[in-house]
């Protein structure tokens, strides 16, 4: 039996899995040279391999469907043999998040395939990536460096809210009412996001080639610093301890070890994952006036990422998706 053609949809997948997987690839080859603790490089070259295996495999679908293969990120992005940008356990801190972003696209993708070949391979994708996180977690609980989140006295009766008064945030004449757990959890992961995107902005700005590339990494550390002080204040106000920086920074050194393409494509894939559990924090926060702080900043990381994007096309570096067929275009 012939098998199904794949679908626009299926093509978006596996095109956007193609670019991500590239770049993730590219970073591993230069952490894997960089790194000095073996347990470590054990984790970084494991992923590497089984990445290359699913680059492969894509490869052949997209051959046996008769589609272009995207360039993605070469070898000319990644620049061996330099100085260490980021300190000890950048790397794993790195992948970690690389792994929860990748998460949540391979289930999204997995809900817009159709073809069995291709479920299959966002099923594995998906129990790959959990392994990949897991052994993150592991080695930097290991390391001491992953801050968790505040404990909290376990609940004995279960509660309802008694009044739309629990909603309420803006109240002039009594006290907001103490976060909810929930609250607590997105304030508290976008905050330990954002310090290793500070981290992460302050190297990319010290090695861009660019100068136009040079400020914009400059405005995402400063983006990042103000997510982090204004969702820090509101832990504060409900007495509640804010994440430690992590164990890892960026280093002195002013060599590049990757493109100024790759960079910006990775830190316009942080930005768009920032929306996305920025968007969920904000349907999930019941306290009417948290809403309005994560709104405000959702628009900051759009303009943020807009932006980045508008540098990407100037440059050359914007890869265009596969497009659907332009009719007009045709009929002239």
Same mark, same amino acid.
């Given at each position: 039996?012939?098998?199904?053609?794949?679908?626009?949809?299926?093509?978006?997948?596996?095109?956007?899995?193609?670019q991500?997987?590239?770049?993730?690839?590219?970073?591993?080859?230069y952490?894997?040279?960089?790194?000095?603790?073996?347990?470590?490089?054990?984790?970084?070259?494991?992923?590497?391999?089984?990445?290359?295996?699913?680059?492969?495999?894509?490869?052949?679908?997209?051959?046996?469907?008769?589609?272009?293969?995207?360039?993605?990120f070469?070898?000319?992005?990644?620049?061996?043999?330099?100085?260490?940008?980021?300190?000890?356990?950048?790397?794993?801190?790195?992948?970690?998040?690389?792994?929860?972003?990748?998460?949540?696209?391979?289930?999204?993708?997995?809900?817009?395939?159709?073809?069995?070949?291709?479920?299959?391979?966002?099923?594995?994708l998906?129990?790959?990536?959990?392994s990949?996180?897991?052994?993150?977690?592991?080695?930097?609980?290991?390391?001491?460096?992953?801050?968790?989140a505040p404990?909290?006295?376990?609940? &004995?009766? *279960?509660?309802?809210?008694e009044?739309?008064?629990? !909603?309420?945030?803006?109240? +002039? $004449? /009594?006290?907001?009412?103490?976060?909810?757990?929930?609250?607590?959890?997105?304030?508290?992961?976008?905050i330990?996001?954002?310090?290793?995107g500070?981290?992460?902005?302050?190297?990319?700005?010290?090695?861009?080639?660019?100068?136009?590339?040079?400020?914009?990494?400059?405005?995402?550390?400063?983006?990042?610093?103000?997510?982090?002080?204004?969702?820090?204040?509101?832990?504060?106000?409900?007495?509640?301890?804010?994440p430690?920086?992590?164990?890892?920074?960026?280093?002195? &050194?002013? *060599?590049?070890?990757?493109?100024?393409?790759?960079? !910006?494509?990775?830190?316009? +894939? $942080? /930005?768009?994952?920032?929306?996305?559990?920025?968007?969920?924090?904000?349907?999930?926060?019941?306290?009417?006036?948290?809403?309005l702080?994560l709104?405000?900043?959702?628009?900051?990381?759009?303009?943020?990422?807009?932006?980045?994007?508008?540098?990407?096309?100037?440059?050359?570096?914007?890869?265009?998706?596969?497009?659907?067929?332009d009719?007009?275009?045709?009929?002239?």
């Amino acid at each position: 039996m012939t098998q199904k053609a794949i679908s626009s949809s299926e093509l978006a997948t596996l095109w956007m899995t193609y670019q991500q997987k590239t770049m993730i690839r590219r970073i591993l080859e230069y952490f894997i040279e960089a790194s000095d603790d073996e347990q470590a490089k054990e984790i970084l070259q494991d992923t590497h391999r089984q990445v290359l295996g699913y680059l492969d495999r894509i490869t052949k679908i997209l051959k046996d469907e008769g589609a272009v293969i995207p360039i993605g990120f070469t070898e000319k992005d990644v620049y061996k043999g330099v100085p260490k940008l980021f300190d000890h356990n950048f790397d794993i801190m790195f992948l970690r998040v690389l792994k929860e972003i990748s998460m949540g696209l391979h289930t999204l993708h997995l809900s817009m395939s159709y073809r069995k070949d291709l479920i299959l391979l966002y099923k594995e994708l998906t129990g790959f990536t959990q392994s990949v996180y897991d052994k993150c977690v592991d080695y930097l609980q290991e390391q001491d460096v992953l801050p968790s989140a505040p404990s909290v006295t376990m609940p &004995s009766i *279960v509660e309802f809210a008694e009044s739309p008064n629990y !909603m309420s945030g803006f109240n +002039l $004449f /009594s006290e907001k009412r103490a976060l909810n757990t929930v609250e607590v959890s997105y304030l508290y992961f976008a905050i330990e996001t954002n310090i290793f995107g500070m981290q992460l902005m302050t190297g990319f700005a010290q090695v861009a080639n660019e100068p136009e590339v040079k400020k914009y990494f400059i405005k995402g550390k400063e983006l990042s610093k103000k997510i982090i002080s204004d969702f820090t204040q509101v832990l504060i106000e409900s007495d509640i301890q804010a994440p430690s920086t992590w164990g890892a920074k960026a280093t002195d &050194s002013k *060599v590049p070890p990757f493109s100024d393409k790759l960079m !910006m494509y990775c830190t316009s +894939l $942080f /930005s768009n994952f920032g929306l996305g559990s920025n968007a969920i924090g904000t349907a999930f926060s019941l306290r009417s006036d948290l809403p309005l702080k994560l709104v405000d900043k959702a628009k900051d990381i759009l303009t943020f990422g807009q932006d980045g994007g508008k540098i990407m096309a100037k440059n050359g570096w914007l890869e265009q998706p596969p497009s659907m067929e332009d009719r007009n275009k045709l009929m002239k």
